[in-house]
């Protein structure tokens, strides 16, 4: 069997502050026997100095493109749009197998290079349960940024920060008025991250989930002031929130968070609104008289880098060390091969295979 060689890229998007692989999780996997290769990058979250330190071999930015055909080339987001052909077996979020805008020309990619996608989002347990995922910060930060904005102390651009940072912030003050709060999905990770950035800003949430929804009580849910939205909906449901409920005069809600973001999908459960919003206008009024603020950022957790890095890493490291063809990896694989199937891309398997 060869040796195991993880090669962490650099990410392209200037934003993007975190990283699939903390310091002290690339110690772990190079004391296991892994070869653990870190291209600098200026806006990681993590000096290189520190992978250096547990053990890494530190490389230029991009150095990926030519690295050994046996690595693997470890990031978040996506990659830049050269080489044309991807040689190497890629372990990233590639947003490619719903249709996406670009995820086609991705795949295609992958084929004429002979590499292989294998989708975080879709390295899951023999239950289909996520084994890593970024939702708890993302519920946290974005709860914290409705609260802030339901409390007149939102300033824009948003720009990354700590919890320690963000929680100071949250604190309230002697002058702040009482207010209600709704989380929606909130035995999920992110709900269960939306409800306790709500308590550390003092608040007591209502918390629904799914057996709350079943039979949607419309006039409780306005009654709210402030929601954050973190369902995962993957079949039709009845909205949470029409046009008619907008215009309702009795609505007492005035913030919405959608951490869910699920613009465009038939599942929907916001279909309010048609477009995400994002750090440098973090909210958007939906309706005057009575006001409606809308927040959809659909990359909260990169505004708190750290914590969400580590979190994030504590869970795929593991998963690494075991890294192969079979077991989640090999779902990945398949997936990645079904879909590139599906477009007529692929007929057999690739040489990674
Ligand atoms: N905005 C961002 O930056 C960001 C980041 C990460 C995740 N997300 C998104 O947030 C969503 C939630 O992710 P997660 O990791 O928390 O998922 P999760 O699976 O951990 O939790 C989802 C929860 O929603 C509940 N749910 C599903 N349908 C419901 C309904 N009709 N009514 C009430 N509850 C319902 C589930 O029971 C579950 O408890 C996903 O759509 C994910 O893509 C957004």
């Known amino acids: 069997m060869t040796e195991l060689h993880l090669w962490l890229r650099h990410e ?9 692989v903390v310091p002290s999780d690339a110690r772990r996997l190079v004391e296991n026997g892994v070869t653990v290769t870190v291209e600098r990058s200026p806006q990681r979250i993590f000096p290189v100095e520190a992978y250096e330190a547990a053990g890494c071999r530190v490389v230029e930015p991009y150095s990926w493109t030519v690295a050994p055909l046996d690595a693997v ?4 987001k996506e990659l830049p749009e050269e080489p ?12 490619a197998y719903k249709g ?7 795949l295609r990619r992958f084929v004429a290079g002979g590499g292989a996608l294998f989708d975080l989002e879709y390295l899951v347990d023999d239950n289909g349960r996520r084994l890593a995922a970024f939702g708890y910060w993302a519920g946290y930060v974005g709860a914290a940024l409705a609260v802030l904005h339901h409390r007149g102390r939102l300033t ?9 940072e963000l929680d100071a912030e949250l604190q309230p003050r002697p002058d702040d008025a009482q207010f209600s709060s709704l989380v929606i999905g909130a035995l999920g990770r992110s709900g269960r991250g939306a409800r306790a950035a709500l308590m550390e800003a003092g608040l007591d949430p209502t918390c629904w989930d799914l ?3 079943r039979d949607l009580d419309r006039q409780a849910l306005l009654d709210h002031e402030l929601m954050v939205n973190c369902v995962l909906s993957t079949g039709p449901v009845t909205p949470f929130l029409t046009d008619k409920d907008l215009a309702e005069p009795r609505r007492g809600l005035r913030t919405v968070c959608d951490v869910t973001c699920d613009v465009g999908s038939p599942y929907n459960v916001l279909p309010v609104y048609d477009t995400v919003t ?11 008289r009575p006001a409606l603020d809308l927040i959809a950022i659909d990359n909260l957790p990169s505004l708190l880098p750290e914590e969400a890095s580590t ?16 077991g989640a990896w090999g779902r990945c694989l398949d997936r990645f091969h079904e879909t590139c199937r599906e477009l007529g891309l692929e007929n057999g398997e690739s040489d990674h295979a």
């Open 156 to 164: 824009a651009p948003l720009r990354p920060t700590s919890k320690d």
């Open 12 to 20: 392209t998007r200037t934003t993007e502050r975190r990283t699939p």
């Open 211 to 213: 057996a709350e929804t």
């Open 100 to 106: 996406q805008p670009g995820a086609e020309a991705l």
């Open 84 to 95: 044309g052909e991807l040689r190497h077996r890629h372990v990233f979020f590639g947003h």
């Open 311 to 326: 979190d994030f890493s504590a869970l795929l490291a593991p998963q690494l060390m075991e890294f192969g063809v079979a």
């Open 73 to 76: 080339v470890v990031g978040l």
């Open 278 to 288: 994002d750090w440098t206008d973090p909210v958007r009024r939906l309706h005057e």
